[in-house]
């Protein structure tokens, strides 16, 4: 099929390339498949396995497109491969290869977490497929060869296993963010919880100190009131008694 010109369209060629790479990537993984139990605990152990390790697909080396039923197959035959009771020379690292090859297909049973994963792979895809149509037509607009190293069906498959893998973990990054702003938020809300429940818990231990201390409060002012006004009399009294009137002015007679 040709476009207008006589020159192939750019969606006929991404669909070559793409055929050509699936097929590549089936034979790749046809080959890891077979990896001997230590190889299988390297793989899913290597630095920075916890990034690798994402991408469910990947860490049972198995189609995105893969059915219900192949994928419990993978998964037995790769758990068993990495099973501690099959590796006693290695347990500990054997369990945590077990670890993740059992939370792979766990997430993997279920739709929506499957779907997810499915669309992120295809969003790789698609992004290395726009970026070699688009580095294609800039060649050909500067009028240069228009061969680009994604052409080779394993560098392609590279680029795309890159892009998947930065898909993932950007969508790891934000899953942690937004867990660290929710358990901050829930941190909150039961900080501002216990701060309101200490303080109804004072304000009633204050009512009830104020019920049972009521009658005492009202005698002692009572009998407060009562020496005020014993004072009272008793210094009218005094003031009564040492009232002095003032002396008699005799007038002067004159002679």
């Known amino acids: 099929m040709a476009a207008a010109g006589g020159e192939p369209s750019a969606k006929v060629e991404s669909d070559d390339l793409f055929q050509t790479f699936y097929t590549e990537v089936k034979q790749i993984e046809k080959r890891d498949s077979v990896f001997t139990s230590k190889q299988q605990i390297d793989r899913l152990l ?7 390790n994402l991408n469910p697909f990947e860490v049972l080396q198995i189609d995105s497109d893969a059915t219900d039923d192949a994928l419990k197959k993978r998964f037995r035959a790769l758990s068993i491969l990495v099973h501690p009771d099959k590796n006693q020379d290695d347990p500990e690292r054997a369990q945590l290869a077990f670890e993740a090859v059992d939370k792979a297909y766990k997430l993997l049973l279920d739709p929506d977490q499957k779907k997810r994963a499915v669309d992120v792979v295809q969003a790789g895809r698609e ?35 890159k892009q998947t893998m930065k898909l993932f ?6 899953r942690k963010e937004r867990e660290a702003k929710d358990m901050h938020e829930r941190k909150r809300a039961r900080e501002e919880e216990i701060e309101t429940a200490e303080k109804a818990k004072r304000d009633r231990e204050w009512q009830k100190n104020f019920e049972e201390t009521r009658d005492g409060r009202v005698d002692s002012w009572r009998t407060f009131q009562a020496k005020g006004k014993s004072k009272t009399k008793a210094k009218n009294k005094g003031e009564k008694r040492s009232f002095l009137k003032p002396p008699k002015v005799k007038m002067e007679q004159r002679e």
């Open 46 to 52: 290597r630095p920075g396995a916890s990034y690798f």
């Open 127 to 161: 992004y290395i497929e726009h970026m070699v149509i688009e580095k294609k037509k800039k060649l050909k607009k500067e009028g240069k060869d228009q061969t680009v190293e994604e052409d080779d069906a394993e560098l392609f498959r590279q680029a795309v296993y």
């Open 169 to 174: 973990a950007e969508l790891e990054i934000k």
